[in-house]
């Protein structure tokens, strides 16, 4: 079935430095994938998605690019914040399609000033 | 516009004990998901629902856990008898339909003693 890896964390980085938060993905064909970010104390929000390769998603700042060649959705952004502190989840639709997401493990961001 | 509401927002039992959440999603929403959440992991189905018919809920250990969405709008998830292991965040998501983005709750922390 559809599976997704994401690198662990916690990635700290000092505030204005260049993130990036790894993401690798099995999948039969090309499903939607989604990063979410789940800030202390609140629920998963959805951050970006890209629907179909080579799609680019971007939201606050941040982007990730669906590289099929690479089966990887690497979520990126230039200069962080420390309201940027939060867990990042990668995730990608289960195998049957019926809207069941697969998510990863999680990687925390901690941004300091 | 509210968002997915879930309460309690924190518990804590004696094992043995039963516990029960309670899920209202966006109005309107016909899917409405469970999900589990381990500490230092991402999210796991355990059920999900399409108006008030469970259609996935091959993650829920049924000899313990049930659900419920009665009138196809608010939910119930229960634990009867808690066990030590269950100890984890509950989360509730909700979309229009089960292909659409995935809005959740602030999620229950649930901790067994």
């Known amino acids: 079935g559809n599976s997704v890896t994401q690198m662990e964390g916690p990635v700290t980085l000092s505030e204005e430095a260049f993130l990036t938060i790894n993401c690798t993905y099995t999948?039969?064909?090309?499903?939607?994938l989604f990063w979410y970010v789940q800030y202390p104390g609140e629920g998963l929000q959805l951050l970006l998605k890209?629907?179909?390769?080579?799609d680019k998603g971007s939201n606050k700042g941040f982007e990730a690019t669906y590289r099929k060649e690479t089966t990887s959705f690497h979520l990126e952004k230039g200069s962080v914040q420390v309201s940027d502190s939060a867990v990042y989840f990668c995730?990608?639709?289960?195998?049957?399609?019926?809207?069941?997401?697969?998510f990863g493990q999680g990687t925390t961001l901690q941004v300091k000033p | 516009e509210a968002g997915v509401v879930q309460s309690p927002r924190y518990k804590i039992i004696e094992k043995k004990q039963p516990v029960a959440f309670w899920c209202n999603p966006i109005?309107?929403?016909?899917?409405l998901y469970w999900y589990l959440q381990n500490l230092g992991q991402g999210p796991e189905l355990l059920i999900r629902?399409?108006?008030?018919?469970?259609?996935?809920d091959s993650q829920l250990p049924k000899d313990r856990f049930s659900a419920e969405r009665l009138k196809g709008v608010d939910s119930t998830l229960k634990i009867q008898p808690a066990e030590l292991g269950d100890s984890a965040v509950y989360l509730c998501?909700?979309?229009?339909?089960?292909?659409?983005?995935?809005?959740f709750g602030p999620g229950t922390r649930l901790t067994v003693l």
């Open positions: 998501a909700s979309s229009l339909r089960g292909i659409d983005e995935q809005f």
């Open positions: 999948a039969t064909g090309y499903p939607s």
């Open positions: 890209a629907t179909k390769a080579d």
């Open positions: 995730a990608l639709p289960g195998s049957s399609n019926t809207g069941k997401l697969i």
């Open positions: 109005s309107g929403h016909n899917t």
């Open positions: 629902y399409e108006n008030e018919e469970a259609v996935d």
